[in-house]
């Protein structure tokens, strides 16, 4: 059942940022400037990395159930989201990455485990292309970066999408937005939409707007696919069967050429599984980061 969110949300926002996220936010400065970020467990590090104009709290059920399984969950909100740094240059999925692996530089960490959701998922396939030592395990949790959109649409988005424009239109759009990402009705996605009402006035609709003006040209190129045939590392594919954004051929490409894929679909679930299916997402992610788990099964989460 699809969540009613035209008829809860008023003047909503794409954000949803979480006030009942239970780890303390930390703050440190980069060289691009000070990102906000948690940092909560002990055990192998794993990194979240949100999607587009997101925040780490979108992880909150998640997270909590990866910490409680051993596991030192660390994530941030990437730079012009949530309460990270507005930055002045370019944002980027090069830029992302490159601030992702300037955290894990500053915080001492050597290898990690990543997971990203949709635009983040673009970013951590990035970082494993960049430096794949420094990655054990890749989750691409209803990634960007699969779907092959016409010829010429990046450079058509990087033309029309301007930041003054879509600032005007962010209100109108985020009831759609919305309405289109969430698949099922349940408590978490109720309390997600109820986030979006009263999140907080960071970032400021202009931030996300420019944000997403510099993210959309690149999200719309299939840069994972491209390079899915180069990562010789374990990779889990998670994608709900009622994602809108990322088509099943896609997801079936992917598969296909990853050296080492486990691919997970959610039954009924939509563009945010770790928000609709905290449980089943979590399960999946558990069973892939576990050392013993096996390359190449495949598995239908009912």
């Known amino acids: 059942m699809r969540p009613m969110v035209s008829r809860r949300v008023v003047g909503g926002s794409l954000d949803g940022r979480s006030q009942t996220f239970p780890f303390a936010t930390q703050r440190l400065p980069l060289v691009d400037g000070t990102v906000a970020y948690f940092d909560h467990g002990e055990g192998p590090a794993v990194v979240v990395v949100h999607g587009l104009v997101g925040d780490f709290t979108h992880f909150e059920h998640v997270a909590v159930r990866l910490a409680d399984a051993g596991y030192r969950v660390i994530g941030l909100d990437l730079p012009g989201c949530g309460e990270s740094h507005k930055r002045r240059t370019h944002h980027s999925i090069g830029s992302y990455a490159r601030d992702v692996l300037a955290l894990l530089d500053a915080l001492g960490i050597a290898e990690v485990s990543l997971v990203g959701h949709s635009a983040g998922g673009a970013v951590v396939a990035e970082i494993a292309y960049r430096a794949p030592k420094r990655v054990k395990r890749l989750g691409l949790l209803a990634s ?139 399960k999946a992610l558990l069973s892939f980061l576990d050392p013993v788990s096996l390359p190449g099964r495949q598995g239908r989460a009912a």
Request: include cysteine.
């Open 144 to 282: 960007a970066g699969l779907r092959r959109y016409p010829r010429g649409l990046g450079s058509l988005a990087r033309i029309t999408l301007r930041p003054w424009l879509l600032e005007r239109t962010l209100e109108r759009l985020a009831l759609p937005l919305l309405d289109m990402v969430l698949v099922e009705e349940n408590e978490y996605t109720r309390k997600f939409v109820a986030d979006a009402l009263n999140r907080p006035s960071q970032p400021g609709s202009a931030e996300m707007a420019r944000v997403m003006a510099d993210l959309v040209p690149e999200l719309v190129r299939p840069t994972v696919l491209e390079r899915a045939h180069r990562f010789d590392l374990p990779v889990l594919v998670l994608w709900g069967d009622a994602d809108g954004l990322v088509p099943a051929s896609s997801v079936t490409e992917l598969q296909s050429t990853l050296r080492k894929p486990t691919f997970v679909e959610l039954k009924g679930c939509g563009h945010m599984p770790m928000i609709e299916q905290p449980e089943l997402t979590t």
